[in-house]
């Protein structure tokens, strides 16, 4: 499996795209590609490497990881895949983007599948295992893939960080615990791919995150 990451938008949000070289199935995980640019950036890339978009998953809702969803459901016909308990977001997304001074780019689209902890997908041969996270939103999901021993955590866990609990449906304590419960219970040299910021490993999350000292 590869991994190419984009940082899009004025929230520097990482969109994530991984594919399986053999069969070129790829997915798009948290679409953040606002501006004609980064759509075209992230087509463009698509384009070049013969990928297959199969897949797009949404580690949660909030506006800059869904920006780029009606484009992706546009040009390539796939709907997202999330938490229903993240659903409410979307009825606010025009809210969400006047509250951060964005215009709205176009409508956001809706969820096409419910993603629920203790399932499974599969991009190619490559198995993703759901993990439901919390906290930072109602919804908010992890995504990991054991076989490439890296796990990406949305807006939960980051790099000597975690998580804003303030916005609707945000829970501090709920957040800690899934964190604690699900991600820290994985192997310690598990690559955390976040929303933000730089990777890291659950091993140094857990020797050094000060939320967890």
Known sequence: MQIKTFVFNMFAEKTYLIWDETSKHCAIID???????????LSEFIKEHSLIPTHLL???????????????????????QASR????????????CHMFGFPTNEPTVRIGTYLE????????ETEIEI?????????SLAFYIPSQGCVFSGDALFCGSMGRTDLPGGNYEELLHSI?????TLPPDTIVYAGHDVETTIGKELRTNPFFQ
């Open 117 to 124: 902890e203790g399932q499974q997908i599969k991009i190619g």
């Open 31 to 41: 679409a953040g590609c606002f501006y004609p640019d980064e759509q075209a950036k």
């Open 85 to 96: 308990a993240d659903e409410f977001l979307l009825d606010s997304f025009g809210e969400q």
């Open 58 to 80: 949404n580690t949660h809702l909030h506006l800059d990881h869904i920006f780029g969803n009606a484009y992706v459901h546009k040009t390539y016909g796939l709907l997202p």
């Open 131 to 139: 993990l439901h996270i919390p906290g930072h939103s109602p919804g």
């Open 180 to 184: 604690r419960t699900k991600l820290f």
